[in-house]
Every structure is written in structure tokens, then in C-alpha cells.
């Protein structure tokens, strides 16, 4: 029988608490089990055998609930499907893609998860929060870029993988030597 995906978030203003929901009801519609929840809100990752973790970013960097998340968990990672992506950009530079801050990268290294997947973000002023977040919003950089059709393009193809990966084991090496 497969086992539950996680899909976890840090956030500040909501835009990537969307794009998690939205990555949750396609692999829910490619026929997966699955839990969204804020990271700080995770008491385990015992019963799920694949993880999404997404972040926003800010400054360059993730938001330090979810670095706490990759760093508490990264033995547990290490023997499970790990997918990560950041949302950010915005305004004219909203397709760039952004790189791992390298903290995030040396643990993405250890846990053996690929390079995270950039969605571009939301700056709005309904949701900004703070004095600089809400003079942004009303920049050039205001707007909501989020890419629904890539984001469930991209989770699609996660929930495809996951499922392949249940049905061949062997391609998992730590399975492999606990049940061999
Ligand atoms: C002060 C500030 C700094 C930001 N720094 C970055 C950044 O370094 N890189 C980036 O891609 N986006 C940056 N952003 C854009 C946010 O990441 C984007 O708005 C994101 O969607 C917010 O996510 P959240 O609503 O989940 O908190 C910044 C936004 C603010 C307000």
C-alpha cells in the first residue's frame, strides 16, 4: 500500500502556503495520500514516505523555520523520496531562477535532494507584511507572479516519480538494505 507525502512550508505572507496547497491537490489528483502543513506544525515524518519542502525567500535566504526542518530531519530524509522548491521572484526578474542559499544547499547535499525548483512569488499590498514588504508591493515588483499550470506541471511529474520509485524499491538504496 503507498505511504503518505508531506507537504511542508515556511511562509510569511501566504504565497507559498498557495503554492503548497496547489502542489497537495495534484498529487492528491495523481492518486497520493497526502498531508500540507506548515513546517513549524510537523511533529514527525515517521508515517511519509516522500517529502516536499518549500520555502519563501527572503534576501537570499529561506525562511529559518524551514532550514530547521532540513536540519533536524536530514537522517530521516536521507531514507526518503525529497523534493524542494523556493518561491520568490517577482516584478520583471519573476522567471529567474533562484539559487540555494548555501546552507540550504549543503544540506540538500547530505540529505541527497535535488537542486530546489523556483516558483516566482506574490508581492501584494493586501498581504505584505511590514514596512518593507509593503513599499515593494507597491513597486514594480507588485503583483502576483505565481505560475499555477508550472506548479502542477512540476508536481505531477513528482507524484509520476513516486510512484514509480514504490513500484521498483530497489531504486532506493536504504530500502534496499533494510530489507535485504
Ligand atoms: C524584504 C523582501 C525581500 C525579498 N527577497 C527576495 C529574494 O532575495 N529573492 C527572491 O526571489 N524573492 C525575494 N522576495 C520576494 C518574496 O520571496 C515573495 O514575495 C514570496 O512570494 C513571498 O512568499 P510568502 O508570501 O510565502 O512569504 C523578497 C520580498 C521581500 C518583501
Redesign the pocket.
Known sequence: MSRKVLVA???????????AAAIGEELERGGHQVDVCEVDQVGSIEEYEAVVLG???????W?PEAVRFLRKYREELRSRQVWLF?????GP?KD?L?EMPGNVKRLAHRIGATPAM???????PA????F??KR??RSE?SGD??DWELIRAWSSDIGAAIHAIESAPWQRGMDYRRHG
Open positions: 512550508y515556511a511562509t510569511k505572507m501566504g504565497a507559498t502556503a498557495g503554492i520555502s519563501a525567500i527572503y534576501v537570499k535566504r525562511r523556493h518561491s520568490g521572484p517577482v526578474d529567474q533562484q523556483t516558483f516566482a512569488g506574490r508581492l501584494d498581504t505584505a507584511k511590514g518593507i514588504a515593494l508591493a515588483l507572479a505565481r
